[in-house]
């Protein structure tokens, strides 16, 4: 039975987290969508600590969709944590944000972000946005290998 294709969604903001929950459904993007709502949260849920602590640490998201402005932990941040642990290293990270600074692009996919895609503003945009990143990650994309624990 091949494995859930689960979506972790990284975003403190819940107008932003109805929309894209939204989008999904409307996409008919049917997996589960596990919401984290600050940069603390993310990495307890990804690393089974805290609350999380009783979650399978081989079970990991298809794709992390990560928003960069986020209270406790700062997105940067938690895609610096991703990447040095081996067990989430190969994860794929969308930053999925509103931020339209050019260091922010650069810094994402120097440590290490697979993909960064502007919020738009328009919902029709958004839905389109949506539409084609659950197609690429959840449907044509060939997941990496986990690291053994």
Known sequence: MPEERLI?????????????LRALKLNLV???????RDGAEALDYLFCRGVYADRDPKVLPQVVLLDLKLPKVAGMEVLEQ???????KRLPVVI???????????????????SYIRKPV???????AVNSL???????????PSAEF
Do not use: C, H
């Not at 999925?96 to 697979?114: I, R």
């Open 8 to 20: 972790l969604l990284v975003e403190d903001n819940d107008d932003d987290v109805q929309l894209t």
């Open 96 to 114: 999925l944000t509103s931020s339209n600074v050019e260091s922010d692009l650069a810094k994402s996919y120097d440590l290490g972000a697979n």
């Open 122 to 128: 328009d919902f029709t945009q958004f839905m389109d």
């Open 30 to 36: 049917a997996n589960r969508v596990d919401v984290a």
């Open 82 to 88: 991703i990447r040095r642990d081996p067990r989430t």
């Open 134 to 144: 659950g197609l690429y990650w959840l449907v044509l994309n060939e997941q990496a």
